[in-house]
């Protein structure tokens, strides 16, 4: 169990479901508040219900994160509610499949819009007050898709590689004022439910037989990795790319 993150203030990008939701729910759990982001304000707005039900405390602000302005926007309206952000996780991001070829202008743009650029300037907004306090934890989450060639997902594999490549630049530039940069890099991860459902399924199957895992990872699982990180428990752990991937990474 990671050490508490009481009087923490934490953004999750993209938490209104999924691994977003559930990296949210593990650093309230933890003693976090955290500020719940998404283009989704019903979905928004059932996980803060959620997460105060179960005793966190937490908050809704819509994002879109289509540009560096949303991004701006999203650092300035989350800094507003408690007053600072201590943790940063970079966990929204869009993965449409397609060969080059197939994929349009536009949505190579929301990819990298979405992937890359939302980070980096989330960073820019929100790293120099975390300096001036000498204190405070960025974990981008990324894939085991990052490192592997995907002939069609060529866009998200390479802006996942482009954020692990800011994970490191990230660590060097900040690592020595106090802020810790780290990744996550989540590998086949599904719900109980959607597991049930797919249960039998022969492309489930193979996706299984070359996990050394031999079971697909739950979203409670990256939350966990990331409170991690997050905490004093990871103070001595600058620019690691933490796999939680089921040995996906390893084929």
Do not use: C
């Not at 939701?21 to 059932?46: F, P, W």
């Not at 060097?172 to 890099?185: D, E, H, L, T």
């Amino acid at each position: 169990m990671s050490t508490p993150l009481n009087g923490k203030t934490a953004l999750v990008t993209g938490s209104t479901s999924g691994i977003g939701r559930a990296i949210a729910d593990a650093l309230a759990e933890r003693g976090a508040h955290v500020i719940v982001s998404g283009r989704n304000a019903e979905r928004g707005e059932q996980a803060v219900a959620g997460i105060r039900e179960a005793g966190g405390k937490a908050d809704f602000i819509a994002a879109d994160l289509a540009s560096a302005d949303s991004a701006r926007a999203l650092a300035e309206q989350a800094r507003a509610v408690t007053g600072q952000i201590d943790i940063l996780v970079n966990n929204a991001g869009v993965f449409p499949e397609g060969f080059t070829v197939d994929t349009a202008e536009d949505v190579f743009d929301t990819v990298y819009n979405t992937n890359v650029k939302a980070p980096f300037f989330l960073v820019a907004a929100l790293v120099p007050a975390m300096i001036e306090r000498g204190s405070g934890a960025v974990v981008n989450i990324s894939s085991f898709a990052a490192d592997k060639a995907a002939p069609d997902r060529a866009a998200y594999s390479s802006s996942k590689a482009a954020l692990n490549n800011l994970t490191k630049a990230w660590a060097k530039q900040y690592g020595p004022s106090g802020v810790r940069v780290n990744s996550v890099a989540p590998g086949p991860v599904l719900p109980e439910e959607v597991q049930a459902a797919i249960a039998g399924d022969p492309r489930a199957s193979a996706v299984l037989d070359a996990l050394p895992a031999r079971r697909f990872g739950l979203p409670r699982e990256i939350g966990a990795a990331v409170a991690y990180l997050a905490s004093d428990d990871a103070a001595f752990v600058h620019g690691a790319f933490l796999s939680v991937d089921g040995g996906a990474g390893l084929a």
